[in-house]
């Protein structure tokens, strides 16, 4: 059976705490290496950070502390995910992390104009999603990031239609068996999106596990 949506603590994960804080394994394995890659970006940002499928909550509030000159907005489809955000948000006691907003890239997406972006995360979502997602994901990076701001995504990607590595290639076979529009994405067809949107790929970095952090910039 096809699976709608991806969701923590459930099938086998770790249950939520009493607070509804969830916890995801490879965020440990992650989030140092995807700050080394962004800090610099995120060092010369200015204004506010838009999250979108933040999941647990815990990148955002880990990177909202080493940036208290930025101000965070998390996002989540999932109602779940959203009550772990704001329980790791209140738990932090840190004042530049808003509470959770309910952000589809199913459909276009609007944000608020009096809230100029500098930067838009986007860690693990477009493969675990239909191909719709990027291409909303772009259309609104386009639309409502500020000239000069990025979009910082990570995750796994094919080059020129080929896998990287085996362990990407039966990754992408396991997530189209979940659901036959999900997949690793060919990072040209993202680049091809993005320059549609007037963003052009600015920076490539390879992660371990062979993913990759991209950073978008926003002509
Ligand atoms: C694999 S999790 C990654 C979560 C987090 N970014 C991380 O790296 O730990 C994918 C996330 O994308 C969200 N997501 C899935 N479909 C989405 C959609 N259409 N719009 C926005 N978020 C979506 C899920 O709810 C989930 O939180």
């Not at 970006?41 to 940036?67: D, F, K, N, P």
């Not at 944000?111 to 477009?126: K, Q, R, S, T, Y």
């Not at 094919?158 to 990287?164: D, F, N, V």
Request: one cysteine or more; hydrophobic letters at 40%.
């Amino acid at each position: 059976m096809r699976e709608a949506q991806f969701e923590f603590g459930r099938n086998g994960s770790t249950p939520a705490d009493a607070d509804g804080r969830l916890d995801a394994p490879a965020f440990h394995r992650n989030a140092e290496p995807i700050w080394q890659a962004m800090r610099d970006t995120l060092a010369r940002t200015s204004g506010s950070v838009l999250e979108i499928g933040s999941g647990t909550g815990q990148h955002i509030v880990t990177y909202a502390a080493r940036c208290p000159h930025l101000t965070f907005w998390p996002s989540d489809i999932m109602e779940s995910h959203r009550a772990s955000i704001e329980a790791y948000r209140l738990a932090s006691g840190l004042t530049n992390v808003r509470p959770p907003v309910g952000i589809d890239l199913m459909n276009e997406w609007y944000w608020h104009d009096e809230i100029p972006l500098g930067a838009i995360l986007c860690f693990n979502v477009i493969h675990i999603a239909p191909w719709a997602v990027a291409q909303n994901l772009m259309r609104g990076a386009g639309r409502h990031l500020k000239t000069g701001g990025h979009l910082l995504m990570y995750g796994p990607y094919k080059r020129a239609g080929a896998h990287t590595a085996p362990s990407n290639e039966a990754f992408d076979t396991s997530l189209r068996g979940r659901n036959p529009e999900w997949g690793v994405r060919d990072l040209e067809s993202v680049a091809d999106i993005a320059a549609q949107n007037d963003l052009a790929l600015v920076k490539t970095v390879e992660m371990p596990a062979n993913n990759l952090v991209l950073a978008f910039e926003r002509r």
